[in-house]
């Protein structure tokens, strides 16, 4: 997708993404789309600890993001002063992480004259399949699942995003996640479970579908870690054991998740749907839901599979998107994250999303 007509003035978009475990940077061209990205993954680092440890996170961010754009604008034929404007993820996140994305964004942008802009990072994952061909066109329903997060959202156009429904607790990836633990797997535990999963089959154990056959749009997946621990308390389970665990937690996930977006594209009678977030890399979700939507005469979107997980590209697209819409910039050079942020209080394009103050 492009993001200008061939008349408007070209821009180049850095995008930064340190919301998390990810160092994202990515390259994006408003008449040439995507130039390239680069990711460091702290997946190893974290390891030892069975999550992500913030302090680490936002350490090894500062090490890795500015040697990370260099390789990205040598390889890409560009320099820091072909910058039109810097794009980076202002929240949702861990806050010291955060600082480090907004803190290098802000300081290129002040040395280089060009306005810094703060992206939601949900908006980053559901704007993402924007950067797929076939890329879907507004208005589509968008299921966001990753390890923190859990929504259904009607998405109108950039900023206008109404919330259908979302996780009462724990969020698909968590559950994923939590899983993975109780059988002794690694972190993060979505393709851990996928994998060992391939040679399980559903239904050797039986886990709960939550909420499956309510009329709302929200989800459960607390009680899946509960069901999962009542299964492996106290036993040792053969290695095809957890196999056919992990199939039917990755099967119960994936029920619920489709049936409630199908009903998200009845009730809101559209039919396109969009899967953005890191769970949505899982393959028996994805066939999962082509199946039931190709049934339905529904469309189902990706962003690439390299691009579901946390990545630069999609902050780059965002910021490209509002920059080139006229979003209003900061006037001074104060800056603030945003570790906790609804992305209902989104607005359109032309929205300033760095403070003014
Ligand atoms: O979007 P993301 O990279 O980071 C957040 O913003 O949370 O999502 C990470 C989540 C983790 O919970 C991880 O276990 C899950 O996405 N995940 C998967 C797969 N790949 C990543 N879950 C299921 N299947 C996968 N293949
Ligand atoms: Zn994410």
Redesign the pocket.
């Known amino acids: 997708m492009r993001v200008s007509s061939d008349s408007a003035k070209p821009l180049l978009i850095l995008g930064i993404e340190t919301?998390?475990?990810?160092s994202g940077v990515a390259l994006y061209h408003t008449q040439r789309g995507l130039l390239g990205h680069r990711l460091h993954s702290q997946v190893a680092m974290h390891a030892d600890y069975g999550g992500v440890v913030p302090e680490l996170a936002s350490r090894d961010h500062v090490r890795r993001v500015l040697p990370l754009t260099q390789q990205l604008l040598a390889t890409c034929e560009h320099t820091l002063a072909d910058l039109d404007a810097i794009a980076y993820t202002q929240g949702p996140?861990l806050a010291g992480a955060l600082l480090v994305g907004a803190s290098i964004a802000h300081g290129l942008a002040y040395a280089l004259n060009v306005p810094a802009i703060g992206i939601h990072?949900?908006e980053g994952?559901l704007l993402s399949p924007l950067l797929a061909d076939p890329a879907p066109a507004f208005p589509f329903v968008a299921l966001l699942?990753?390890?923190?997060?859990t929504q259904l959202m009607r998405v109108a156009g950039v900023g206008e995003y109404q919330l259908l429904g979302e996780t009462v607790d724990d969020?698909?990836?968590?559950a994923?996640?939590k899983t993975?633990q109780l059988l002794g797997l690694g972190?993060?535990?979505?393709?851990?479970?996928?994998r060992l999963a391939e040679r399980g089959q559903p239904g050797k154990f039986k886990l709960p579908r939550p909420m499956l056959n309510r009329g709302d749009f929200n989800f459960s997946f607390s009680g899946l870690k509960t069901a999962v621990l009542t299964a492996v308390r106290g036993k040792t389970l053969s290695e095809s054991d957890k196999a056919h665990l992990a199939a039917e937690c990755?099967a119960a996930?994936a029920d619920v998740l489709v049936a409630k977006a199908l009903n998200a594209l009845e009730k809101t009678e559209l039919n396109q749907i969009v899967i953005?977030?890191?769970?949505?890399?899982?393959?028996?979700?994805r066939r999962q839901l082509d199946h039931a939507a190709a049934r339905l005469g529904h469309r189902v979107f990706y962003p690439p599979l390299d691009l579901?997980?946390?990545n630069g590209a999609m902050i780059a697209l965002a910021g490209a998107l509002r920059v080139s819409a006229g979003a209003a910039t900061a006037t001074t050079r104060a800056f603030d994250v945003r570790p906790r942020w609804d992305l209902e209080t989104l607005r359109g394009p032309e929205q300033a999303l760095t403070p003014l103050s």
């Open positions: 919301s998390c475990d990810e996140g990072h949900l994952h699942v990753s390890g923190g997060h969020a698909a990836g968590e994923f996640d993975a972190y993060p535990g979505g393709p851990q479970i996928a990755q996930v953005a977030g890191g769970v949505g890399a899982n393959q028996h979700l579901c997980t946390d």
